[in-house]
């Protein structure tokens, strides 16, 4: 449940629903491979090792609440989607996910990554948080 209005509230789904309908977006699932869209990549990592890039930027730089990740090793034009949001473009997600939580009062827990195929790893994380609008919603955890 979040608070969305200062007292009431109100369940995940709606209070995300909310939330995007004010212009911020969500990323779960990243469907991009390693970076061969500027002299600036990272070129020729195996998915291994594009998994620990990924699973440190989680556990250290809690990007899903920084924006704070490694953008080497994704395509400018990567797809980040979940049940909610739809969006693609590396800096564009990177700036909606700066803007959405406090990372003083917000967290990431990774719970799970693998190689499912040599062209996609899964992550399940759980998140929970406060988001920065003036009523200051709590976003109880989710995975």
């Given at each position: ?66 924006g704070n990740m490694t953008k080497e090793i994704y395509e400018n034009n990567c797809r980040f989607r979940d049940p909610t949001t739809d969006l693609t473009g590396l800096d564009k997600y990177i700036s909606a996910v700066k803007f959405l939580f406090d990372p003083n ?39």
């Amino acid at each position: 449940m979040a608070d969305m209005n200062g007292g009431g509230k109100v369940g995940r789904r709606a209070a995300l629903q909310r939330i995007a309908l004010a212009g911020t977006f969500f990323g779960a699932t990243e469907i991009c491979g390693a970076g061969l869209a500027s002299q600036t990549k990272y070129t020729n990592l195996s998915i291994e090792e594009i998994k620990s890039i990924i699973e440190n930027d989680i556990n250290k730089g809690q990007y899903y609440v920084t924006g704070n990740m490694t953008k080497e090793i994704y395509e400018n034009n990567c797809r980040f989607r979940d049940p909610t949001t739809d969006l693609t473009g590396l800096d564009k997600y990177i700036s909606a996910v700066k803007f959405l939580f406090d990372p003083n009062s917000s967290k990431q827990e990774l719970l799970s990554i693998a190689v499912i195929d040599p062209h996609t790893i899964e992550a399940k994380w759980r998140l929970e948080g406060y988001l920065k609008f003036p009523w200051n919603p709590h976003i109880e955890p989710y995975e």
